[in-house]
């Protein structure tokens, strides 16, 4: 699966921003896709995930009850809205598939540690 995600920029602390994630390869309707981040001089972190047909939905902590994912399978697009953003929310957003859930770990990334391009998210006071 190839992933690019787009959608980035700068936001006021409070604001909103929505991401993109668009897929391609086999499969799609099968395979968990999710948002990870990394701000700097931090490890990447899990921060949303989707089941393939979008029926399940995870989130971590720090973005629960802010953050929306969503997918359109028709438009082989992910979505990431993110309401009320926080300072700590900078950092470079990446899709990454397929992703997990588990309780006491969060949203995980299990596969071929190959990442696309992220978009640069800068949340300013």
């Known amino acids: 699966v190839q992933l690019q995600a787009s959608g980035g920029g700068l936001v006021q602390a409070g604001g909103s921003l929505r991401l993109s994630c668009v897929a391609s390869?086999?499969?799609?309707?099968?395979?968990?896709i999710g948002w990870f981040r990394q701000a700097p001089e931090k490890q990447r972190e899990g921060v949303s995930c989707?089941?393939?047909?979008?029926?399940?939905?995870y989130y971590s902590d720090s973005v629960k009850g802010r953050f929306t994912i969503s997918r359109d399978t028709d438009k082989r697009t992910v979505y990431l809205e993110m309401n009320s953003l926080k300072i700590e929310d900078t950092a470079v957003y990446y899709c990454?598939?397929?992703?997990?859930?588990?309780?006491?770990?969060?949203?995980?990334?299990?596969?071929?540690?190959?990442w696309g391009e992220g978009t640069l998210v800068t949340v300013s006071s």
């Open positions: 990454g598939a397929p992703c997990g859930y588990a309780s006491g770990r969060g949203v995980y990334y299990y596969g071929a540690d190959s």
């Open positions: 390869g086999p499969a799609l309707d099968y395979t968990a």
């Open positions: 989707i089941s393939g047909r979008g029926h399940t939905t």
